[in-house]
């Protein structure tokens, strides 16, 4: 991470408009963590390739939404300056995903939720219209490699928040055990593209 202070317009000018109708899915993006083994900085700003990871993550979810929410702990005026609602958590002591997801669900504005994470650039620009393929019948689609579950990549439905929020009621925060006891869909994507920036030495 950088000491800049992060270039809104560049950021604006860098996100290119959506080719295809989009889908009627909230495209949510999962800025609010802690970022400790990033040094405690919002890896929201921290730079990939020349550009904020929230650019990236931008441009992965507008190809195919109908809105975008980010969920977003720390920078707010940075985040809300880029011309998107922010959602926070409903308390500050970063307690994992699942708080920003639930928040997410709340205000959304489209039935369909897709929400990624903010530190993952690699991921495909179709990844919502993917999701959207796989989810037959089901409420939810959760994305997976060979090897593990991506639980904050998911497609679901407004409908799993009472569940979701039971869950967090419950004390429950590990991600993939929310969805454990749901009817859901699998999607399966590359190990390569999945990858997280968690710490300085994957931003290279």
């Not at 993550?57 to 707010?76: F, G, P």
């Not at 998107?84 to 970063?94: E, G, H, L, N, R």
């Not at 497609?155 to 009817?183: E, N, S």
Request: net charge neutral; charged share 20%.
């Amino acid at each position: 991470m950088t000491g800049q202070q992060p270039n809104i317009m560049h950021i604006q000018q860098s996100v290119s408009p959506p080719a295809s109708l989009p889908l009627p899915i909230t495209g949510l993006i999962l800025a609010g963590g802690a970022g400790r083994r990033m040094g405690g900085v919002d890896k929201g700003w921290v730079l990939w390739q020349k550009a904020p990871l929230i650019s990236h993550a931008i441009q992965i979810v507008q190809t195919d939404s109908a809105e975008i929410l980010i969920s977003a702990n720390r920078q707010l005026a940075d985040y809300r300056a880029l011309g998107y609602p922010v959602i926070s958590d409903p308390c500050a002591t970063f307690e994992g995903p699942l708080m920003g997801l639930s928040a997410g669900l709340a205000a959304a504005g489209q039935d369909w939720v897709a929400s990624i994470p903010v530190d993952s650039p690699l991921l495909p620009h179709d990844l919502l219209r993917q999701m959207w393929q796989a989810k037959m019948d089901k409420d939810l689609v959760v994305v997976r490699s060979d090897q593990r579950w991506y639980a904050v990549l998911v497609l679901c439905h407004r409908r799993l928040l009472p569940h979701l929020q039971a869950y967090l009621d419950r004390g429950g925060r590990r991600v993939q055990d929310w969805f454990r006891d749901l009817d859901y869909a699998t999607l399966h994507l590359d190990e390569a593209v999945l990858r997280n920036c968690n710490s300085p030495e994957d931003l290279s």
